[in-house]
């Protein structure tokens, strides 16, 4: 696959994780309202850092490098 054409796939695929994120943080606010257990929200919250943190370590705009393959 052509250079320009993996990075810009690369992109609309981190716009698409980014605004699924988005949606998803406005359709579930953090735990902790609900009647879950604590541990419940607190694995929640967990996991949505996690996610937070991934999606602002994603360059904008460009791709993470990529390895090619070598040929003999």
Do not use: K, W, Y
């Amino acid at each position: 696959m052509h250079p320009e054409t993996h990075l810009q796939l690369h992109t609309i695929r981190s716009a698409e994780l980014r605004r699924q994120a988005a949606d998803f943080r406005l359709a579930h606010p953090r735990a902790g309202t609900d009647n879950h257990s604590p541990r419940t929200g607190l694995r929640t919250r967990l996991g949505l850092t996690m996610v937070e943190l991934g999606l602002r370590l994603l360059p904008d705009g460009s791709a993470a490098p990529t390895r090619t393959a070598r040929t003999a």
